[in-house]
T-cell receptor
Framework: AQSVAQPEDQVNVAEGNPLTVKCTYS??????LFWYVQYPNRGLQFLLK??????LVKGSYGFEAEFNKSQTSFHLKKPSALVSDSALYFC???????????FGKGTRLHILP | EAQVTQNPRYLITVTGKKLTVTCSQN?????MSWYRQDPGLGLRQIYY???????DKGDVPEGYKVSRKEKRNFPLILESPSPNQTSLYFC??????????????FGPGTRLTVT
């Protein structure tokens, strides 16, 4: 079955430190990969995507993500965390030649002042 | 302002009483979708639509219906709601661009409680 895994329910990082939120996927073919962020009492907002090309993609608010085909991963990163980055982060995948979109369960990121 | 709107934002209802949650987008997007968000389960896709009169099941379609008669609207219908449909529901839309660049724009959510 096609799936997306976010192995950490919660990640705690001190402000100013680098952060990583992990995502791995299991789909057939070449996937299209996305990261979204959800702030409290809000809908999801798009952060970045990988479609093809350079494995390192840059997105909003200083976030970036690295596509690793051999490890089937698409980890979200930021060099220096801000308290305002605290939110719920979702990884999503659209399998190639499929119009369904599969979301991970989400990772809650806490940035400690 | 480009946006996806949902109504109502909050709804408390009783088992078996038919309800409709409306979704509308003003961006002329082809693709629209409904999700439910539950603690520990993340977002799960209920139904999606590639364009007018084209709908398909997502991962959890049981107990739900949708229709796409106009490009801008994609209502979610619960004909006989049950308590296990208590959830936070999101509507989303995206342009259907070549290469599969389906980043979605989400509505603010509808919190549904079925007693």
């Amino acid at each position: 079955a096609q799936s997306v895994a976010q192995p950490e329910d919660q990640v705690n990082v001190a402000e100013g430190n680098p952060l990583t939120v992990k995502c791995t996927y299991s789909v057939s073919g070449n996937p299209y990969l996305f990261w979204y962020v959800q702030y409290p009492n809000r809908g999801l907002q798009f952060l970045l995507k990988y479609i093809t090309g350079d494995n390192l993609v840059k997105g909003s608010y200083g976030f970036e993500a690295e596509f690793n085909k051999s490890q089937t991963s698409f980890h979200l990163k930021k060099p220096s965390a801000l308290v305002s980055d605290s939110a719920l982060y979702f990884c999503a995948v659209r399998p190639h030649r499929d119009d369904k979109i599969i979301f991970g369960k989400g990772t809650r990121l806490h940035i400690l002042p | 302002e480009a946006q996806v709107t949902q109504n109502p934002r909050y709804l408390i209802t009783v088992t078996g009483k038919k309800l409709t949650v409306t979704c509308s987008q003003n961006m002329n997007h082809e693709y629209m979708s409904w999700y439910r968000q539950d603690p520990g389960l993340g977002l799960r896709q209920i139904y999606y639509s590639m364009n007018v009169e084209v709908t398909d099941k997502g991962d959890v379609p049981e107990g739900y219906k949708v229709s796409r008669k106009e490009k801008r609207n994609f209502p979610l219908i619960l004909e006989s709601p049950s308590p296990n449909q208590t959830s936070l529901y999101f509507c989303a839309s995206s342009p259907r661009l070549a290469g599969g660049t389906y980043e979605q724009y989400f509505g603010p959510g509808t919190r549904l409680t079925v007693t």
